[in-house]
């Protein structure tokens, strides 16, 4: 299968889905190339970029309406032009997600534990907890703990004092017995996360994107336009797992997980295009002052390395 032939299938199945998720689309695009090139872009070149994935102006409008009401992006007039950017606190879920997604995996684990109990909360405090620290992993081990081994202490200190949650209870912990090597503790992992689920999407993940990347090993050249909708796909796909994987040490995983392999690919393919996609970038997204500036220089540290 040609490159062309591989991609265009990739963007006619997106186009095909029944309900299209605009602004997780426009999530993605920011998240992934809009935000370490400056963070901000005009609308119209957003609506140009999003027709290719079946996008309709409509729906990129409403879609950074949505996006602008709850929080995530600014916007500033010029004349009759719309630029978006980042706000603050979108901002700072970018750099949490962008450990998630670009971060290396866990390469060994001490045994330790993060517990937080929210026996002392209120119902709706309890939940807002909840929802809010499953961003960084953790699960209900019961109806009034929440666990993970061992999340990133920077990410999960910023989240608590964004929470204003002084009150409450935090340890840090150690499994004892053979628990490990009987099989209880992988058995309460999995049912906690919900490992099952996660896998089957790393597989589906796999089967899409592997005849990409073979393909992409076999081209000359990859065009900007292609490596964009590659880029943009495989991010798009690889993140919506992320936001359900705890991100768990190897040593809590099942036999033959599916996570490192996607990870692999990930970062393989991403290498092979994100060059040519940063190009596409340049010649279509506008700026108040003009095309997109340069990638910082993190950007370049993407999957343990870019150049």
Not at 38 to 48: A, M, P, Q, Y
Not at 85 to 106: C, K, M, N, V, W
Not at 224 to 244: D, G, N, V
Request: proline share 6%; aromatic share 10%; with cysteine.
């Amino acid at each position: 299968m040609s490159l062309e032939s591989a991609t265009r299938s990739l963007v006619e199945e997106f186009r095909s889905r029944p309900t299209l998720r605009a602004g997780s689309l426009i999530v993605t695009v920011f998240g992934d190339a809009i935000a370490p090139r400056g963070g901000t872009v005009w609308l119209g070149s957003l609506i140009r970029v999003m027709s290719d994935f079946g996008i309709s102006e409509r729906l990129v409008r409403t879609s950074v309406f949505r996006l602008a009401r709850d929080g995530w992006l600014d916007v500033d007039q010029a004349g009759r032009k719309s630029y978006y950017s980042l706000t603050e606190d979108g901002a700072r879920r970018f750099i949490q997600a962008t450990h998630r997604i670009y971060g290396e995996p866990r390469q060994s684990w001490n045994g330790d534990w993060c517990l937080v109990l929210t026996n002392g909360l209120d119902t709706d405090r309890r939940e807002l907890l909840r929802k809010e620290l499953s961003w960084l992993g953790f699960a209900a081990i019961s109806s009034d703990l929440l666990a993970h081994p061992s999340p990133d202490a920077a990410d999960l200190d910023a989240q608590l004092k964004r929470l204003d949650s002084g009150d409450l209870v935090i340890m840090n912990g150690r499994g004892a017995g053979p628990a490990l090597q009987n099989g209880a503790m992988r058995a309460l992992v999995r049912r906690s996360w919900n490992l099952d689920d996660i896998e089957q999407r790393y597989r589906a993940f796999l089967a899409s994107f592997r005849p990409v990347f073979a393909a992409t090993r076999r081209s000359r050249r990859i065009e900007p336009r292609t490596a964009f909708h590659i880029r943009t796909l495989m991010l798009q796909e690889y993140r919506k797992i992320l936001l359900r994987d705890p991100l768990l040490p190897a040593e809590l995983l099942p036999q033959g997980w599916h996570g490192v392999p996607a990870y692999q690919l990930c970062r393989n393919l991403y290498r092979r295009v994100y060059s040519a996609a940063d190009a596409f970038l340049s010649d279509t997204m506008e700026t108040y002052d003009g095309p997109l500036p340069p990638p910082s220089p993190d950007f370049y540290k993407r999957f343990g390395g870019l150049d």
